[in-house]
């Protein structure tokens, strides 16, 4: 079976939404869309109406460049209440017969049972090691023998509401969710080949309406925080300052404005006009100027969250979200962090920076399968047949296709 995955990610601007197919580990991108968030906000949705208008756009843009029905998705939900417990768990196993993928999820789920507080809804159990026989560690115990199998995991909860209601509004439109996570985890493992997963690092997101910042312990997904400022704040600076409508100050700072303004060119500018109805001449210096001073503040407010999450060495910082696409920000970035990557994805048919956390939960999505030893495709195989192109193609003969074909075979 083909390993076919749908992600969503339902942030303040846009939503998007990402289908990919896992082959021998890497990830081919069959569909990515994304539609301007209606009725939510700062991931929240806040008017589940109009929200079910914008999923039902993106879930149509998606199926229309595929050609198929997507009725399955894994779903980011917002990390904002997210809890995080170190849990232990242990079953006992028949000597004779090997570990297969129920027993890995019979242990993870005894790690959990009667364990979690009313309210909460598990989002992920990460386990850390597995122990064989209360003896021998290992990582994956698939195909192993044991008498006894034990693990230790940090269980992820966050408020039930944050689930509830996106599941809800996405069963309206006959999706069926069937995996959640923190989209830190996403942006975690789209780039981790970046990183020591054996170290302690932090990841930070920065969307348009707000940005998180998460701690990862070897690998483990620790701590977390939301703050509420994004690209969304740089444009109401450009467009306090010129007097611009949001729509041209968004522009502004995506097409010509840099994050360091030394590296700016004074001559350059464009003409537009604002709310007054005036013709203005912006150039990159005064508008990189604005843009630098708010990216300042912004990842200075980040590095001083990370200090509050932890009080581990960090050896690295990834950098993710929409607003790293805006020109030089790695060089204002490395200006107040050290060892710090931005990540950039390099999957074709995804090069944007805003897409990391959809695209990053599918290779999160591929881990989970490959731990507990099972295959998945939102796909049936008759229309993984029909993606691939198999069935035969009907061609009228007195077509002019059919005449051209008929040309080639019959001489």
């Given at each position: 079976?083909?390993?076919?995955?749908?992600?969503?990610?339902?942030?303040?601007?846009?939503?998007?939404?990402?289908?990919?197919?896992?082959?021998?580990n890497k990830?081919?991108?069959?569909?990515?869309?994304?539609?301007?968030?209606?009725?939510?906000?700062?991931?929240?949705?806040?008017?589940?109406?109009?929200?079910?208008?914008?999923?039902?756009?993106?879930?149509?843009?998606?199926?229309?460049?595929?050609?198929?029905k997507?009725n399955?998705?894994?779903?980011?939900?917002?990390?904002?209440?997210?809890?995080?417990?170190?849990?232990?768990?242990?079953?006992?196993?028949?000597?004779?017969?090997?570990?297969?993928?129920?027993?890995?999820?019979?242990?993870?789920?005894?790690?959990?049972?009667?364990?979690?507080?009313?309210?909460?809804?598990?989002?992920?159990?990460?386990?850390?090691?597995?122990?064989?026989?209360?003896?021998?560690?290992?990582?994956?115990?698939?195909?192993?023998?044991?008498?006894?199998?034990?693990?230790?995991?940090?269980?992820?909860?966050?408020?039930?509401?944050?689930?509830?209601?996106?599941?809800?509004?996405?069963?309206?439109?006959?999706?069926?969710?069937?995996?959640?996570?923190?989209?830190?985890?996403g942006?975690?493992?789209?780039?981790?080949?970046?990183?020591?997963?054996?170290?302690?690092?932090?990841?930070?997101?920065?969307?348009?309406?707000?940005?998180?910042?998460?701690?990862?312990?070897?690998?483990?997904?620790?701590?977390?925080?939301?703050?509420?400022?994004?690209?969304?704040?740089?444009?109401?600076?450009?467009?306090?300052?010129?007097?611009?409508?949001?729509?041209?100050?968004?522009?502004?700072?995506?097409?010509m404005?840099?994050?360091?303004?030394?590296?700016?060119?004074?001559?350059?500018?464009?003409?537009?006009?604002?709310?007054?109805?005036?013709?203005?001449?912006?150039?990159?210096?005064?508008?990189?100027?604005?843009?630098?001073?708010?990216?300042?503040?912004?990842?200075?407010?980040?590095?001083?969250?990370?200090?509050?999450l932890?009080?581990?060495?960090?050896?690295?910082?990834?950098?993710?979200?929409?607003?790293?696409?805006?020109?030089?920000?790695?060089?204002?970035?490395?200006?107040?962090?050290?060892?710090?990557?931005?990540?950039?994805?390099?999957?074709?048919?995804?090069?944007?920076?805003?897409?990391?956390?959809?695209?990053?939960?599918?290779?999160y999505?591929?881990?989970?399968?490959?731990?507990?030893?099972?295959?998945?495709?939102?796909?049936?195989?008759?229309?993984?047949?029909?993606?691939?192109?198999?069935?035969?193609?009907?061609?009228?003969?007195?077509?002019?296709?059919?005449?051209?074909?008929?040309?080639?075979?019959?001489?």
């Open positions: 079976m083909r390993k076919i995955i749908a992600s969503l990610d339902i942030g303040g601007a846009f939503i998007k939404l990402v289908v990919g197919e896992m082959v021998r990830l081919n991108i069959l569909a990515c869309v994304d539609v301007v968030s209606r009725g939510v906000k700062k991931g929240y949705i806040v008017n589940p109406e109009s929200a079910i208008e914008s999923l039902k756009e993106v879930f149509k843009k998606a199926e229309e460049t595929l050609g198929l997507i399955k998705v894994i779903v980011s939900v917002p990390s904002l209440g997210a809890d995080y417990y170190l849990m232990e768990g242990a079953i006992s196993l028949n000597p004779e017969e090997a570990i297969t993928g129920n027993d890995i999820m019979s242990v993870l789920q005894n790690s959990v049972y009667k364990k979690i507080p009313d309210g909460l809804e598990i989002v992920s159990i990460l386990p850390n090691k597995f122990r064989i026989n209360d003896d021998e560690v290992v990582e994956n115990p698939l195909g192993r023998k044991a008498e006894k199998l034990a693990v230790k995991a940090v269980t992820i909860t966050v408020p039930r509401k944050n689930v509830a209601t996106i599941v809800n509004c996405l069963a309206k439109i006959n999706v069926k969710v069937v995996d959640v996570a923190l989209g830190a985890l942006d975690f493992y789209q780039f981790k080949d970046r990183v020591n997963e054996n170290e302690v690092g932090a990841v930070i997101n920065i969307g348009a309406t707000k940005m998180e910042v998460s701690i990862f312990n070897r690998g483990l997904l620790t701590n977390s925080a939301v703050i509420d400022m994004g690209g969304i704040n740089i444009d109401k600076d450009i467009s306090y300052v010129y007097k611009l409508n949001p729509t041209d100050a968004r522009y502004i700072k995506e097409t404005a840099l994050a360091d303004k030394n590296l700016a060119i004074p001559n350059e500018a464009i003409v537009c006009e604002n709310i007054n109805g005036e013709k203005i001449k912006v150039n990159q210096y005064d508008a990189s100027e604005i843009v630098m001073a708010r990216l300042s503040e912004i990842l200075n407010l980040a590095k001083k969250q990370i200090n509050l932890t009080n581990k060495e960090i050896s690295y910082i990834m950098i993710v979200g929409g607003v790293t696409e805006i020109g030089e920000f790695k060089d204002l970035a490395e200006q107040i962090f050290h060892n710090v990557y931005l990540g950039e994805i390099t999957e074709i048919g995804a090069r944007n920076n805003k897409y990391s956390t959809a695209v990053g939960l599918i290779k999505y591929d881990s989970r399968l490959r731990l507990r030893n099972r295959d998945f495709s939102i796909f049936s195989i008759e229309e993984q047949e029909e993606l691939s192109g198999y069935k035969k193609i009907n061609i009228n003969e007195n077509s002019i296709l059919g005449k051209i074909f008929g040309y080639f075979f019959d001489n």
